[in-house]
């Protein structure tokens, strides 16, 4: 009898310890948070807008991703691969919020002074930065300065986006103007650039964020709003037109 008892006692342990085991399992596969995929836009008939974030990651990027996840909007982060590595965590969390992590070379440096080959290493580099920090590799380059052509095109091989909508945040430095273009200059289908190195950007980027609900548009990712279009690789789009995207001049 007391043999029995035991050997019932040992089996219900053996039950528990496979059920705890069974359970961590299940806990381990719930853990890996997995990137939030494009949404299906149309965005011919939703007043889309793409905001980007270009020269990142830094030290106010964080602050910019707490603000898009209040607001319930999404972003586009035209980052340097050499930001990348002092900010693992920060470039992780972008695809799991829905951002778009996006290539915008490694060393910011002029593309048409480069070679083909040094081109190609600086977004080689950096598509490898992105992907190893957040498990998803970049689908578009936006070239330093806009400053391409066909050589680079080329040599980048990814569709370059440029942008619609110039904040010259990095020239003015302040949250009021900041405000007054990111609000009230975008139009329906455009891109509008700003720099999440600088502190009254990420300052304004709450307020920006009203406005433009206030204004009635939704905002999505690049990929977001061309979804659908066909983006050569090399080519320059600026925008989502009427016609479909607005090629660079
Ligand atoms: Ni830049």
């Known amino acids: 009898m007391a043999v029995l008892a035991a050997a019932g006692c040992t089996g219900q342990v053996d039950e528990r310890r496979a059920g705890a085991a069974r359970q961590q399992v299940a806990l ?11 949404r299906r836009m149309d965005c011919a008939a ?26 319930g909007a999404r972003a586009t982060f035209y980052m340097l691969g050499q930001n990348v590595g002092s900010h693992p965590d920060v470039v992780r969390r972008m695809p799991l919020e829905g951002h778009e992590v996006a290539n915008h070379s490694w060393s910011h440096a002029d593309m048409t002074g480069l070679s083909s080959g040094a081109v190609r290493s600086e977004v080689r580099r950096t598509q490898e930065a992105i992907k190893r920090a957040s498990g998803v590799a970049p689908t578009s380059f936006r070239p330093p300065y806009g400053s391409t052509d066909a050589r680079v095109g080329k040599a980048v091989g990814m569709p370059q986006i440029l942008w619609s909508v110039d904040s010259l945040d990095w020239l003015h430095r302040n949250v009021r103007k900041n405000v007054r273009a990111g609000v009230s200059e975008p139009e329906k289908g455009g891109v509008v650039l700003f720099h999440d190195i600088h502190k009254p950007t990420v300052t304004a980027v709450p307020e920006i ?41």
């Not at 381990?28 to 494009?38: F, G, I, Q």
């Not at 939703?46 to 607001?71: M, N, Q, S, W």
């Not at 548009?217 to 479909?244: A, C, H, I, M, N």
């Open 46 to 71: 939703v007043k889309c807008l793409a905001l980007t974030f270009d020269d990142g990651p830094g030290e106010y990027t964080a602050r910019v991703l707490d603000d898009l996840r209040k607001a």
């Open 28 to 38: 381990k596969k719930k853990a890996v948070p997995k990137p939030l995929p494009p």
């Open 209 to 249: 964020l009203a406005g433009l609900k206030k204004r009635g548009f939704t905002l999505v990712t690049v990929t977001e709003l061309f979804q659908g279009q066909r983006l050569d690789p090399g080519g320059r789009y600026t925008e989502l037109g009427e016609k479909g995207p607005t090629v660079a001049q």
